[in-house]
């Protein structure tokens, strides 16, 4: 089966990230934590409801990332943002954790009846958020908070190699599926370099 590109994969844009968090955060703390980790990481929905308390470093503003499907093991930073209250994530923990219910389970994020949220769950409430923002049907998916991370990354000219570490990758074809390039584009990069070089 062939792989999708970039092109045909569904991404939120800056405007719609902020859309799904702003309405998360007036929905449920929790919401707004577990969408937010998802996108600054990558995580896959499955992934994110794998989190467990001991994988959260609060003091230290890290998390461990512990990938699927084959994918890197990291430790990545907690990303403070001060500039858009939004986006910081050491807030959106601190505020969840002072009202995550003491339930006894070892998980990051529960449910309403306590235990671990399911990723069924997760696609629930994400698509309930998703629908409040506004977003069209094709982009109430949270795996769509993956293919936003990496299609921004690109965009903002990240190099290759740390889009490929910062989604856990093991191969950089896995990473290039993000990137939409044209003969146009190849062309203007070529002569460019060509100017610089000679």
């Known amino acids: 089966m ?3 590109n970039r092109n ?16 998360a955060k007036q929905s449920r703390v929790r919401d707004w934590a577990m969408i937010l980790l998802a996108y ?15 994988d959260v470093d609060l003091k ?9 499907k084959g994918s890197l093991k990291t430790t990545q930073p907690l990303y403070p943002h001060r500039g858009m209250p939004l ?3 050491p807030t959106a923990l601190g ?47 949270p795996h769509c908070l993956k293919h936003s991370l990496a299609s921004h990354l690109v965009a903002s000219n990240v190099n290759l190699a740390l889009v490929k570490q910062a989604l856990g990758h093991r191969s950089i074809s896995s990473t290039l599926q993000y990137v939409g390039t044209t003969d146009a584009q190849a062309a203007t990069a070529v002569q460019s370099a060509m100017m610089a070089t000679f």
């Open 87 to 89: 986006l910081d994530e």
């Open 40 to 54: 600054r990481h990558g995580f896959r929905a499955s992934e994110v409801c794998s989190l467990q308390l001991a």
């Open 2 to 4: 062939k792989r999708a």
């Open 60 to 68: 230290n503003q890290s998390v461990v990332v512990q990938r699927l």
């Open 95 to 141: 505020a969840w954790m002072k009202q995550r219910p003491d339930d006894g389970s070892p998980f990051l994020f529960v449910s309403q009846k306590g235990g671990r949220l399911s990723r069924s769950a997760f696609f629930r409430a994400f698509q309930a958020i998703a629908e409040a923002a506004g977003l069209p049907v094709e982009k109430r998916h």
């Open 8 to 23: 045909s994969m569904t991404f939120l844009t800056p405007a719609e990230v902020l859309a799904v968090l702003r309405t």
